[in-house]
């Protein structure tokens, strides 16, 4: 399949630097290493070399329609493309300048970049030494999450689908990113939460319904009735949140229970009263008239 009609397919046909570029890293792949070694096929080297082209030059590419046209998993694809883009030596890069330009949010290019350092400060020292050189934090997906975070923190629209295509990323590997960097820099990209109101939860509305001085008396009572209740009252607060749940309910089955049987006397007939038998009226077949000889 030729890299144009692939590009077309993904809507790439009008960029003919992208077509050029894809072009020509998939001639530098047949001539570094055997891509089929890698379980990476024709079609799908092909796509993935117009990824890579599109995200150096800043390109939106469509990966959902990339991975079903390489016949992969979204895991699989992503597979293929870090190991072709690690064999090609290619390192893409998002600069937090282009993306608050791109969408529209400058004035977030400050906390973004304060956010960024924090993290990594505080992820380093969280990690052992012998691993502190090993890591990692050039990769778009931190960028592209940090930016996402402060938008949201700031209260500011912001494509999350846009920024996941941009930075090369699978969305579970974006939210597991987010995830850390608001786990360890809540003051710079979390959330105030809400204050719930008690009476919302159904747990607490239960317990203030079972309270006597939230319920309502329909009719008043003499004073002894009115201590009676109170005692009672009492008794029931005394017992745990389940065990008085259960008492209700008993309560409540007592109740309909006796409505039930109350019901079904009323509906049954006396014995003491006469039965009379219903007459049975059975019509006499017709006579047939002798056949005449």
């Not at 007939?269 to 000889?293: C, G, I, T």
Request: with cysteine; charged share 30%.
């Amino acid at each position: 399949m030729d890299m144009s009609s692939i590009a077309a397919n993904l809507g790439l046909s009008g960029s003919r630097p992208v077509i050029r570029k894809a072009g020509e890293l998939r001639r530098l792949c047949d001539v570094n290493f055997d891509s089929s070694v890698l379980g990476i096929g024709e079609v799908c080297k092909a796509i993935i070399c117009l990824e890579i082209a599109a995200s150096k030059l800043q390109v939106i590419f469509d990966r959902a329609e990339a991975v079903r046209m390489s016949g992969m998993s979204e895991k699989a694809y992503i597979r293929s493309f870090n190991s072709l883009q690690n064999g090609l030596g290619v390192k893409t890069t998002l600069d937090v300048r282009e993306l608050g330009i791109q969408f529209g949010c400058v004035r977030l290019i400050p906390f973004v970049q304060k956010g960024l350092s924090l993290y990594k400060e505080r992820f380093l020292a969280a990690l052992p030494p012998s691993r502190r050189a090993s890591t990692d934090f050039g990769r778009p997906v931190f960028t592209a999450a940090a930016f996402y975070l402060c938008a949201r923190r700031h209260k500011l629209k912001v494509d999350k689908l846009k920024l996941i295509d941009l930075c090369g990323t699978s969305s579970a590997e974006f939210t597991t990113v987010s995830t850390s960097m608001t786990d360890l820099c809540f003051d710079v990209f979390g959330i105030a939460k809400e204050k719930k109101d008690p009476k919302s939860i159904k747990g607490n509305r239960e317990l203030l319904d079972v309270l006597p001085s939230k319920r309502k008396h329909e009719d008043g009572g003499d004073s002894s009735a009115s201590d009676e209740s109170s005692d009672n009252d009492q008794d029931e607060l005394d017992l745990p949140t389940h065990k008085r749940r259960k008492k209700m309910e008993r309560e409540a089955y007592k109740d309909w229970k006796s409505s039930v049987l109350s019901s079904n006397k009323k509906t049954k007939p006396d014995p003491a009263k006469p039965r009379r038998q219903a007459q049975l009226n059975f019509k006499k077949p017709a006579e047939v008239p002798p056949a005449a000889n």
